[in-house]
């Protein structure tokens, strides 16, 4: 019996041992790894492009940009038209980011397509019927500031079979800046990506 539960133990530490993989990082400026699917590198590559171009717009600057103006940006829908489960944040925050870095916008919270993406702006206002709460550190209501623009998109991709072993994905990562007094699109901005590989690679 005691024969037995040695062996048993020595073939479990084995197949422990044999089961077993290395973990490392990945250089995020190494290239020479690509997937079917979309990675950090196209969400970086087409956010950094829009990027670019909202802040070199002209139609983009604010005429009190020199005493610290600032457009107000709130994000509306990206519609994810791809096979893969995509977080859409992953390409609006990096936009969002660079954006109010660039010193060109701020991005309400409080404001959103489907509710407000922090819903504590809204939350506090409820203690000004509190009488736990000192009256004179509350937040009053009419002073939440409503945005100049919304961004919304698209992401799309397309796949055809090129032979019998190789495909084609392309993706398209399509976005729109809509000034909100007018309705007008101040600024579009559409970034294509090619992927070949082979017919047996999934892009999910």
């Not at 019996?1 to 084995?14: G, Q, Y």
């Amino acid at each position: 019996m005691k024969k037995s539960l040695v062996i048993m133990a020595v073939a479990a530490s084995v197949a422990v041992t044999g089961c077993k993989s290395t973990t490392s990082y990945v250089d995020n400026s190494n290239n020479k790894i690509v997937t079917m699917g979309l990675s950090h590198k196209d969400f970086d590559g087409a956010a950094n492009k829009a990027l670019d171009e909202m802040i070199d717009s002209p139609l983009l600057a604010h005429p009190e940009a020199a005493q610290g103006g600032r457009y107000v940006l709130a994000i509306s829908n990206i519609i994810n038209d791809t096979s893969q489960r995509i977080d859409t944040d992953q390409l609006t925050k990096k936009i969002r980011v660079g954006l109010l870095r660039s010193g060109k916008f701020l991005t309400t919270t409080a404001i959103g397509l489907k509710g407000a993406e922090d819903e504590m702006t809204a939350k506090v206002r409820e203690l000004n019927n509190s009488k736990l709460v000192n009256k004179a550190t509350t937040k009053k209501n009419g002073t939440v500031i409503s945005p100049d623009f919304s961004l919304s998109g698209k992401i799309i991709q397309r796949t055809n079979k090129i032979d019998r072993s190789n495909q084609l994905v392309d993706y398209y990562f399509q976005l729109t800046l809509t000034q909100l007094e007018t309705g007008l699109a101040y600024w579009e901005g559409e970034y294509p990506i090619s992927k070949k590989g082979s017919n047996d690679s999934v892009t999910w």
